[in-house]
Structure formats: C-alpha cells, structure tokens
C-alpha cells in the first residue's frame, strides 16, 4: 500500500484550499458572529485578511440593515431545522455601495454531540448573469408587444380592407342578377369575380399572419363535411361555368353528418386547393371526392381528393411550390394571378392537423392534390352513416343549350312569397348600408335603418322588429350595446328580438365569438348575400310568418340543398330526415321536455338543424327556429308547450306528405 503525503491532511492543506476557492465561503455561530471566511469573501466586504472578519456579525458589514436581516433570518431557519438551504437569491451593498446579487447555500454546523453549533455559507456572485436575465426578458416583453401589435395591426387592415372590398362585391352581384342585357351582364359578372377575387386576396393575406402567429388548431368544430364542400363548390362556380367546367362532387356514405376538426384550417385547405384546381383548368372538369376509413369507433380517416384536366405541374416544380411566395408562372404575364402563398397555406394547414399531402400530376393532363386527415366522431352523434352523394354540376347555360333541359337556378328566382316583417339593419359604412338595404328589400317592405348606436336605440323605443341586423363595429359603440339595450332596457320595445350580427370580420376569429357570447343569435360575414339573407328571414322571421304559405316539402329547395337534379333524392333525404326524427330526436325532445331540461332541448334542435340542411322542409324549418328562440327566452319548457306541440305535428304533416310525395313518383313510373 503507498503511503499517503501528510500534506493532503495538514492545516496548512485546508488553508491553501479555502484561499483557492472561487466562490465566497465564511461560517457563523448561532449567534450570528463570523468564525472564520476565506479570502475572496473577505476581499469582497473590503477586509485586507480573513481573520479580521472573525467576531463582527452581518451587523457591522457594509450590507443595508435590511439585507442583514435577510441574511439572520435565512441563518436561523437553517440552524432551527437543521436542514440546508440551497441556492437562495440574497443581494449584498458592497463597500462602494455597488448592489450585487448572490446564489447563496446555507448548510448547518454540527459538533461530535450532534449538536447544531452555526452555519456554512458559500455564495457566487450572479449579478452578470442576472442582468443578461433581465434583459433577456425585457426584449421578451417588447416582442410580445410587437407581435401583438402586429397582430391587431393585421386584423383591423383586414376588417378595414374587406369592408369596402365586400360593399363592392355585394353591389356588383346584385347588379348582375338584375341585369337582363347579356352583354352588360357578362362584363358585371367579370368585375363582380374580380371583386370575390380581392377579398380572397384579403383572406389569403390574414391566413398568412394566422400560420405566421404559430396559432394552434382547435379540433373541437362540428363540421357538416357536405355542407362544407357544397358552399366551397358553390363559392367556385362563377369561375368554373365561366369556362363551362364541369364539377364533380362525391361524398362516401361513411362519412357521418358531423365529424370534429378544425373548421377554419379544413375550409382554407378545400378553397385554396380547389380554387387553385379552377384556376389552372382551362377546360375539362374538376372534381371532389371524399371518402374515408374508419379507425374505430370515433377516429376517422378523412381522404379528400382534388382532381383536375388542368395545365399540370412540371416535375422540376412539384417541391418548390409549396414554399412561401412561390409561384409555377410568372405573375407578369397576369394569366394566372396569385400570391405563391395557397400552397404553403395547405401544407401548414395539413400538417398542423397532423395529416398528410400527396401530388400527382401529368404535365399537360392534369393534377390531383390528395389530403389525408384525422378527424374525430363527436361523442353525442354516435356513428352514423350519412348521406352518399355523387353530383356533377354544369354550367347551365351550357346544359341548356346542349342538354335542351330547363335548370332554373334557385337563386335566381323571385320570392313568390315576400315577407312582411319589420326589420332594423344598422350599419354606419354607407356601400355597406346602401348593398344590404338592396337585397334586404327583397324580402321585406318595411326596412328601418340605423347609422349608430343612438339611433338604433332610439328606434327600438319606438317600434317592436321582427329580427335586427347589426354591424359590430360602430362610430358610437358596438352592436352589443344594442343588443344589450335591447333586451335590458325598459324603454325598449324589443325584450326578446333576434338580434344577427354582420362583420367584416372573417369567420372563426375572436370577433365572432365574442358576439354569440354576447346573445347574437347568429354572426353573419359581410357583405350580406341574397342566400344568406333569405336564409335569414326563413329562421328569424319565423314566428310571424303566416306558416301556412310555406310548403310542407319543397323539393326544389331539397334538391338545392344537397345539389342534386333529381327530385327522388330530395325525397330520399326527407325519409332519413323522419327516420331519425320519428327514432331519435322526437323521442329525446320529449323526455327534455318532461323533464325540464333546457341544454338537452337546445343540443336536439341543434342536431335536427344540421339534418335539416340536406332537406327542403320549410314549414318545419320555421317551427323549428321558433321553438329554438322560445327557448332561449324562456326558463321553463313548459311555458312554451304550444311550439313544442307545433312541431311535433309539423313532423306528422311531413309524414303524410312524404308518403303522398312517395306514392305519385312511384305511380309516375310504373
Ligand atoms: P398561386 O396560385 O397564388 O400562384 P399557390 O401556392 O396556390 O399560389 O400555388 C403555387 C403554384 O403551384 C402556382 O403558381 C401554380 O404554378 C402551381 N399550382 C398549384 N395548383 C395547381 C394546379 N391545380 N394545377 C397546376 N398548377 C398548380
């Protein structure tokens, strides 16, 4: 065995040791009184030799009388619990008058007897780091700031930029549907696309700031896939039929009426890559096919596919255009305008669902974009098939001429029955006020308007209305001050009114949802179409409408709704709509109803609505809405059992109406 040297055990050792030592150490007694330190804790409160320190207490150190009572008080705690104190953050006044910061551990002293007899501190000096720490964090707060500076910034420019872009588009799409000279017709059909086009722009631009602000996907909507793609096609058909594109549309059966995801992120996909399909397809067809497998019981795997006979994609190109800004033509030449930005959109989008993306092409032929996406059953719907769609819509111009069938267009026909209900639209942007009013004028005679809050206050003192329409927005105030004088005033004469708010604000955002926080019984996105404001005056006017100049079941609206020409398909709808009514919903709306419960009412109205989307069920449609607003007036159901009765034989009267329906188109074709 080698002999160890006595050095390693000598006085002299531990000296050398303690003098060497890069961070401060000194010990107490209980008392408080110094017993030794080494030489850097003695230099650093301006002593010339560790000795000198020995007898003084905190008390008679450079430090202020505050920090010695830090230091005494830490110094007891560890002595009473005999427990070490780690890396306490303590200042410390030096000589100079400097203030520094110190990571100090404190552990307790212990003789032979076991016996606490002081305590050890050893402390580094963290001023430097600390101040890089704060630094660090005040630069934090100013990108925070900034960035949600930017954010607001980007969200106004986008209110501010779409409200005259949407008065625009709503006055030139009015302007082409009354316009009967084709030539004039045609010109304002190009000018009102381009005016759809800069809105789009407007979104694409506030999708970007959306990815660019790292915003996490809410995968809780309830979508009505059908829905979805049909409003997507509808929004692409000017485009389409302008070049006599046939579109396709097919949506498996697998695929329930409501699947979880997140809405905003899913309808960008769709726009961007069907809007794209459109654009690069010169002549041909585009189609839309949904499908899916299931995983088990509540995950699905959603695969959309979106085919076109387009110009194709050159191989060399296929990874570069979905970088940001990227673009497979030149956008000087104006063929094919755009930003380079729908692509990189799509593949953000996708992948923060954590889906897939595939691309085929054939330059020349065409391409197919293929979206594969995870998605979730919602709990209360159970699994369910829903309905199989397989639709080809053409231009009708083109499908009367070569086709020789008559296709009247839905919209495009005047309301046979105008209703007559007082309405309040208030709206502060002149175009926007003049454009709704216009189309608002369809439907009623008796239209009041407002350009502020005090004046729409003031003529809800006067007269009761039907329903109100409400900018949010507004010089004086917001249309929640409305709604809330509305419903809470004495003066006012409209306790329980619908109230619809109409923003530039794009679907999705916070805007929105503060609005139907606030009691808004629906928040529409502007400019406030013809669609959307019959849709309007079929839900909100319904209590006053005399049901019985609405059709029990209107096949042409069905056929619409789930776009299909055949009327057999409308009818097959309406037999699902009964099926679930008659085995479902009825039977669940009357134990709500027996046993009071207002949420379980609300969550089966809820439902039928989105069945009632595929059928055209007016009548019913309307009952429906005002069982749906009496509730939400109303504490106690049984205070309200006439609507709930109404409904109940609106769906007696579908009955016999499907079956009568049912029977004459059997008849017809035997
Ligand atoms: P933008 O359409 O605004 O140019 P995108 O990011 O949506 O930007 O698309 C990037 C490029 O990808 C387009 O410029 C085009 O060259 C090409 N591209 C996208 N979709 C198609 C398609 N369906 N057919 C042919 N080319 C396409």
């Keep these: 065995m080698v002999e160890e040297d006595p050095y390693w055990f000598s006085q002299e050792f531990i000296s050398e040791l303690l003098l060497r030592l890069p961070v401060h150490v000194f010990w107490k007694n209980t008392e408080g009184v110094f017993k030794g330190c080494n030489q850097a804790f003695a230099k650093s409160i301006g002593l010339s030799s560790p000795n000198d320190v020995i007898g003084k207490t905190d008390y008679d150190l450079p430090t202020t009388k505050e920090e010695s009572d830090?230091?005494?008080?830490d110094d007891l705690a560890v002595i009473h619990s005999n427990k070490a104190k780690i890396n306490i953050e303590e200042t410390q006044t030096r000589r100079d008058g400097k203030k520094v910061t110190l990571l100090t551990s404190k552990v307790p002293l212990v003789n032979k007897q076991g016996c606490v007899v002081g305590v050890l501190c050893i402390y580094s000096d963290v001023t430097e780091l600390k101040n890089a720490q704060h630094e660090l964090l005040k630069a934090k707060e100013i990108a925070e700031a900034a960035s949600q500076a930017k954010t607001e910034f980007i969200q106004n420019m986008q209110h501010d930029v779409r409200t005259p872009a949407a008065g625009v588009w709503a006055l030139l799409s009015e302007l082409t549907s009354q316009?009967?000279?084709?030539?004039?017709?045609?010109?304002?059909s190009m000018l009102t696309e381009?005016?759809?086009?800069?809105?789009?722009l407007c979104n694409a631009v506030v999708d970007?700031?959306?990815?660019?602000?790292?915003?996490?996907?809410?995968?809780?909507?309830?979508?009505?896939?059908?829905?979805?793609?049909?409003?997507?096609?509808?929004?692409?058909?000017?485009?389409?039929?302008?070049?006599?594109?046939?579109?396709?549309?097919?949506?498996?059966?697998?695929?329930?009426?409501?699947?979880?995801?997140?809405?905003?992120?899913?309808?960008?996909?769709?726009?961007?890559?069907?809007?794209?399909?459109?654009?690069?397809?010169?002549?041909?067809?585009?189609?839309?096919?949904?499908?899916?497998?299931?995983?088990?019981?509540?995950?699905?795997?959603?695969?959309?596919?979106?085919?076109?006979?387009?110009?194709?994609?050159?191989?060399?190109?296929?990874?570069?255009?979905?970088?940001?800004?990227?673009?497979?033509?030149?956008?000087?030449?104006?063929?094919?305008?755009?930003?380079?930005?729908?692509?990189?959109?799509?593949?953000?989008?996708?992948?923060?669902?954590?889906?897939?993306?595939?691309?085929?092409?054939?330059?020349?032929?065409?391409?197919?974009?293929?979206?594969?996406?995870?998605?979730?059953?919602?709990?209360?719907?159970g699994y369910m098939h829903g309905l199989e769609i397989d639709e080809t819509h053409v231009s009708p111009l083109k499908s009367i001429q070569e086709l020789a069938i008559e296709l009247p267009l839905a919209s495009n026909t005047p309301l046979d029955t105008p209703f007559h209900q007082r309405v309040l639209l208030v709206e502060d942007d002149p175009v926007c006020l003049f454009a709704a009013t216009e189309v608002l004028a369809h439907f009623t005679n008796q239209l009041d308007t407002a350009r502020n809050v005090h004046e729409a206050c003031m003529q809800l003192q006067q007269q009761p209305y039907d329903f109100v329409i409400s900018d949010l927005g507004l010089p004086d105030g917001s249309g929640i001050d409305i709604l809330g004088f509305a419903h809470q005033d004495e003066k006012s004469k409209n306790p329980h009114t619908p109230f619809i708010a109409l923003t530039a604000h794009h679907q999705g955002t916070e805007k929105h949802k503060t609005a139907l926080q606030a009691g808004f019984a629906e928040v529409v996105t502007k400019p406030l179409l013809h669609e959307q404001a019959r849709h309007l005056f079929e839900v909100y006017a319904a209590d006053s409408i005399v049901n019985a100049t609405l059709d029990i079941i209107d096949l042409n609206l069905g056929m619409q709704r789930i776009g299909s020409k055949i009327p057999e398909k409308a009818l097959v709808s309406i037999g699902m709509l009964l099926d679930s009514l008659k085995n479902e919903d009825l039977p669940q709306l009357k134990r709500a109803y027996?046993?009071?419960?207002?949420?379980?009412?609300?969550?089966?109205?809820?439902?039928?609505?989105?069945?009632?989307?595929?059928?055209?069920?007016?009548?019913?449609?309307?009952?429906?809405?005002?069982?749906?607003q009496a509730i939400k007036t109303h504490e106690d159901l049984h205070k309200i059992t006439a609507q709930f009765e109404t409904l109940y034989t609106e769906v007696e009267l579908i009955a016999d109406e499907y079956q009568k329906l049912k029977q004459s188109k059997t008849e017809s074709l035997t």
């Excluded at 381009?194 to 789009?200: G, N, T």
């Design 70 to 73: 830090a230091y005494r008080t």
């Design 179 to 188: 316009e009967s000279d084709p030539k004039k017709k045609r010109v304002l």
């Design 194 to 200: 381009s005016s759809a086009r800069l809105l789009e």
């Design 208 to 381: 970007f700031s959306y990815v660019d602000e790292q915003q996490k996907p809410v995968v809780e909507n309830k979508i009505d896939i059908r829905r979805l793609a049909a409003d997507i096609l509808d929004l692409n058909k000017p485009a389409a039929y302008g070049k006599d594109l046939i579109l396709h549309l097919k949506v498996d059966s697998i695929i329930p009426s409501y699947v979880l995801s997140d809405e905003f992120r899913l309808r960008r996909i769709l726009i961007n890559l069907i809007g794209n399909a459109v654009k690069f397809t010169k002549c041909g067809s585009i189609s839309l096919e949904i499908s899916a497998k299931r995983e088990d019981k509540r995950h699905l795997l959603l695969c959309i596919k979106i085919k076109d006979t387009g110009i194709g994609i050159p191989e060399a190109k296929r990874h570069t255009i979905f970088e940001k800004f990227s673009r497979g033509t030149a956008s000087d030449t104006n063929e094919y305008p755009g930003t380079g930005l729908g692509l990189y959109l799509v593949k953000k989008f996708v992948r923060d669902l954590d889906g897939d993306l595939e691309l085929e092409s054939v330059l020349g032929k065409g391409s197919q974009f293929k979206v594969i996406l995870p998605c979730t059953v919602p709990l209360l719907e």
């Design 594 to 628: 027996k046993k009071n419960d207002l949420l379980s009412a609300r969550e089966v109205l809820h439902k039928i609505r989105g069945a009632l989307n595929c059928c055209g069920t007016p009548r019913f449609e309307t009952s429906l809405e005002a069982l749906h």
